[in-house]
């Protein structure tokens, strides 16, 4: 099992520009996440899934589009990149098991 | 709104020291409390919390949950360097939404 896995790891954007992050994983879990991490700061929800079709949103939704079209992809979209939008987003899935899975994090840069 | 808030967002101790670590929540339909530690890099689970007023122990961890007053405290005795570390706690819900403290950045000096 490859568990959680996150493309790219690392990506510089201009302001404006646009990229979507791709979460996958291979555990058949139901529930998916996606996070941002700012230095000094915990991790704040962007957007959840609960299963496929489904999304919900978070803490922090806004400037974030979501679609989990595959049980095991989970897709974090930002249409017009801002610099405050550079931060490091870890995605996650659960399943039944006490906590979820997280991915290695993508180290994003908006310039 | 649901929140969960974390005190004090860093500590600075010895080896050797006990340390308790804080964390309040408000979560609608809450399910539970876990812990996290991380090491720059994502977060690692400690300790999942249901019931008020059960010990969770691992070693020197242990953590415990009090869900009429809305928080939970972890403990770390005879701390050691390699404990430094981020504490994250975070509250789950049963419609599957989790979410997190700011953190505790705790340093342990030689």
């Known amino acids: 099992n490859a568990g959680v896995t996150q493309t790219p790891k690392f990506r510089v954007l201009k302001t404006g520009q646009s990229m979507t992050l791709l979460c996958a994983q291979d555990m058949n879990h139901e529930y998916m996440y996606w996070y941002r991490q700012d230095p000094g700061m915990g991790l704040r929800l962007i957007h959840y899934?609960?299963?496929?079709?489904?999304?919900a949103k978070g803490e922090v939704p806004d400037g974030y589009n979501v679609s989990r079209l595959k049980k095991q992809n989970f897709l974090l979209g930002l249409e017009s990149a801002a610099p405050s939008q550079t931060s490091v987003y870890f995605c996650?899935?659960?399943?039944?098991?006490?906590?979820?899975?997280f991915g290695p994090g993508t180290r994003l840069t908006v310039t | 709104e649901d929140k969960v808030v974390q005190s004090p967002l860093s500590l600075v101790v010895h080896e050797g020291d006990t340390v308790t670590l804080n964390c309040s929540y408000e979560?609608?339909?809450?399910?539970?409390l876990l812990w996290y530690k991380q090491e720059k890099k994502a977060p690692t689970f400690l300790f999942m919390l249901?019931?008020?007023?059960i010990e969770k122990k691992s070693g020197r961890l242990s953590s415990i949950l009090d869900k009429k007053e809305l928080f939970s405290i972890l403990n770390i005795t005879a701390t050691q360097t390699g404990d430094s570390a981020v504490y994250l706690c975070?509250?789950?819900?049963?419609?599957?939404?989790?979410?997190f403290g700011q953190g505790t950045e705790l340093s342990v000096k030689p």
């Open positions: 975070a509250g789950y819900n049963q419609g599957g939404k989790l979410i």
């Open positions: 899934s609960v299963g496929e079709g489904t999304t």
């Open positions: 249901t019931s008020s007023g």
């Open positions: 996650a899935s659960k399943g039944d098991v006490p906590s979820p899975y």
């Open positions: 979560v609608t339909n809450f399910r539970s």
